[in-house]
């Protein structure tokens, strides 16, 4: 079964606003499932690379993924800045949402 994975620092800055952890853990559920369908296609593979980072909302999340064991593991969420150059992003045919 899915499942999204919560470091001890991502919790205390999702903790910061109230609804961003549901948002976030939903958010990440969804790669992650659309991951493992894509993983069963012929030819889907999915790139692992870490860190991965998806925007949501007004914050970065920086994460990773275990296709292997169906998991993510968020690693980071911190205030997005305009200007600051962003770690690598890592999608299925799109940048991360604005």
Do not use: C, H
């Amino acid at each position: 079964m899915a499942e999204v994975i919560v470091s001890l620092d991502a919790l205390v800055q999702m903790g910061r606003r109230a609804g961003l952890r549901a948002e976030v853990q939903e958010r990440l559920g969804r790669i992650l499932e659309a991951a493992i369908e894509i993983r069963q296609l012929p030819g889907g593979e999915v790139d692992r690379a870490a860190p991965l980072v998806l925007r949501v909302d007004d914050y970065e999340v920086s994460y990773s993924m275990d296709l292997e064991n169906e998991t993510i593991l968020i690693l980071s969420v911190e205030p997005f800045q305009e200007g600051r150059p962003q770690g690598p992003v890592k999608s299925w045919g799109a940048r991360n949402r604005t």
